[in-house]
Every structure is written in structure tokens, then in C-alpha cells.
């Protein structure tokens, strides 16, 4: 079964996804798969690897160890087209469709194609959406991309359409990494109604109730990153588990 026939099969039979977000920057290999191994535990569905930037040496390294520490899906989310590896399960390969950035859109995928062809990386194709988030973020500053003004459902719901249509297989609904305010539950909303695809929300979502609140909106899956970065968060991660199962029993 392929990495992505797994997230479908997650959404089929559970309505909806926790997604962990590990930053190979902030954490030597050992504390990666220490914090895999609780994630798995807690009940994470999957873990994305990856980042605006990588300051530092050893992601094949990183991803290595913590495929090493658990069974449940690795996936890269590249933060540019050298942020590979050939130990994780897939990549999201990302096109980022809000923008109007030709390297963003295109550009990066053509030098990450031949690579993630050899190293046998299963690409996830993969509709990477800015929606702004009350502040610029360090991905639009990277992106060199203006995100879609939060308050315009209709207009993220045209381009998620516009993806679905160029046969993308996921859309990611992104505020940013640690992002002022979340994607809004009424652009989730509008996009569901008007795309099949499964749908990513991430960015920004701090709260167990609010990761709730995305699900019921219509997300499939929920990405925390900064929220439980801090060790000391461990035991929060079941919370965001059980929440967002709870949300999800209407959708089943
Ligand atoms: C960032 O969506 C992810 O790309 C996670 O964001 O770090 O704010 O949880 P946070």
C-alpha cells in the first residue's frame, strides 16, 4: 500500500487525521525519535519532516532515526527541492498554487523530480496554500508569495478547484509556522463544499479545541508543529489525538 492510499485509508475509517510536525533544526536525531516514538503512542497518524529553512547538516540523518523509532508514516514536507531523503516514506510534493512565484510553482520541482525518482520517494502531488494569518510568516517572506487574504473563501476555494482539476491528490491549507491566527474555519468550510481532495490544515492551531473546530469545518488532517514543540507538551499530543477523533465521528 502506498503512503497515500494509507492517509486515504486514515480517512475513510477514522474521518480524520493527526499529523505531527518534527523540525530537524531544533532536535538532534536522538531527541527526533524519542519524540516519534511518543507521538506513535499518543495515536499520531503521521509525521512530517521539514522546514523553511534547514540550518542544519544531517536530514538524511534525522529521517533515519525517526523512521528507526516508529512504524507509522514518515512524510517529507520540503521546505525547498534539496530537502530530500531517501529513508522517508514520501514527500509532499508541493506546488504552491496560491502564488504566483514561477520557481514555487514549478521551478523547484523540476531539480527535485530527477532526485526523488532515484532515491525511490513516493511524490505525494501535493496543492500548498498561503492564507494570510494577521502577520507576514516566514513562509511568504521565504515564498516570495502573497497569501490569500483570509477573508476570501471563495477565492481559496477556486484554486484549491483549479488544483483538484490539474490532478493534484491533497490540498494544504497553510497560515504559516507559528502563524498569529489559524486558517479560518469558514474558508475550511467553503473549500470542503466546493473540493473532493483530502484537505491539510495547519499553521498556527495552538489548542486541542481548536484543531476541533478545523475538523468540523471539514479538514482531514491537522498539522501541529510549534504547539508541542516543547518536550514538556508530551502529554498534550494524546489530547490532540483524542479531539480531533471526536470531531471526526460526523464524518465517518
Ligand atoms: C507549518 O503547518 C505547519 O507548516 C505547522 O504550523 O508550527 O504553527 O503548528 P505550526
Redesign the pocket.
Known sequence: MTTFDTLLKIRRSKGAGLFI?LDPDDNSPEELAARAAECETAGVDALLMGGSLLLRDGFDEAVKAVKKACKIPVII?PGGPGQLSGEADAVLFLSLISGRNAQRLIGDQIVAAPAVKQLGLEAIPTGYMLISSGSPTA?EFISDTRPIPRHKPGLAAATALAGQYLGLKLIYL??????DQSVPVELISTVRQWVDLPIIV????RTPDEAAEKVRAGADFI?????LEDPRAAQEIGSFCQVVQDAAIHKK
Open positions: 510536525l514536507f513562509v497553510e497560515a504559516g509556522s507559528g502563524a495547519g499553521g498556527g492551531i498539522v501541529i508543529g510549534t504547539a
